[in-house]
């Protein structure tokens, strides 16, 4: 790129942005593109490990202004935590965008305050969550991708309350882990949705997992990391003939000049089955 790009990963709940794309976004900190991150609820209420796992077995639990006060202090917790996997990864642009938990809904308050986060942060791309994910409709990360891309739209437009001009973001990049099949090929797609970007993380999977250990409160601390890791990350590289991968789904086609193949298709092409083999069956070492 001629000049430095600006993206946002944007995700529901404080982990999200770390599994799904936190690989992408260590990537794109070491290129010297300007990257930053919105957490759009808490998750305090459904993905900490006091409100949700130990109130979970009580046969009674805090209600009103006890309640609210136990998930502000989680919210903290988790808010930390999320600072010190930014830390790693190398993002120091955080928001914290303060949407309740509870039932995460498209509103129009939720759309106008993210439109306006458009409209000052002004990315160039944008990676979210796909917004038909699961069913599409109580789904929290289906919701969230529903939000940001009403917001991507209205951030396009002008608002008697904001000063900042129109921007209009170049890509969006969903999400792939549970929202489509793996494609490695066209013929895998049979029509549906699919993950047709694939960005090769292995150089910074311990990185990544170091992020992902620090997210004690949502459980991903330890063994939970590395396994997300090995069958999604593990999963995605093996679609695309590498040890790790983040799959995502682009948002639409796009225009090139040239025909467009990447260096690792010219590679594959190239190498034999057991030499495309060997090379993702490389493991995480960090114990």
């Not at 794309?21 to 919105?38: P, Q, Y």
């Amino acid at each position: 790129m001629a000049e430095p790009l600006t993206i946002l990963s944007i995700g529901a709940h404080p982990a999200d942005i770390f599994d799904q794309s936190g690989g992408t976004m260590a990537h794109h900190v070491a290129r010297g593109d300007h990257v930053g991150c919105v957490v759009l609820t808490h998750g305090a209420r459904v993905h900490d490990a006091v409100v949700s796992e130990e109130m979970f077995h009580k046969k009674q639990v805090p209600t009103g202004e006890e309640l609210e006060t136990l998930m502000a202090e989680r919210s903290d917790v988790k808010a930390e935590e999320v600072r010190k996997a930014c830390g790693i990864v190398g993002v120091d642009d955080i928001t914290f965008f303060g949407e309740d938990d509870f039932v995460l809904l498209v509103t129009p308050e939720a759309v106008i305050r993210l439109a306006k986060l458009f409209r000052e942060k002004r990315p160039d791309l944008v990676m979210t969550h796909f917004p038909r994910e699961a069913d599409g409709i109580t789904n929290a990360h289906a919701v969230a991708g529903q939000i940001v891309m009403h917001a991507v739209a209205k951030a396009g437009t002008v608002d008697p309350e904001d000063p900042n001009p129109p921007h209009r973001t170049a890509r969006v990049f969903f999400f792939g882990a549970g929202a489509a099949r793996l494609r490695s090929t066209l013929w895998d797609a049979d029509g549906g949705y699919y993950n047709d970007v694939f960005i090769d993380i292995t150089d910074v999977i311990e990185k990544k997992l170091a992020a992902l250990d620090c997210l004690v409160s949502q459980g991903y601390g330890g063994a939970y990391a590395r396994k997300r890791l090995e069958t999604n990350d593990g999963a995605f590289g093996v679609s695309g003939g590498v040890p790790y991968a983040e799959g995502f789904i682009s948002d639409r086609s796009e225009t090139h000049y040239h025909l467009p193949v990447s260096d690792y298709s010219l590679q594959k092409a190239r190498s034999s089955d057991h030499e495309v083999m060997n090379r993702y069956s490389y493991r995480i070492k960090v114990e």
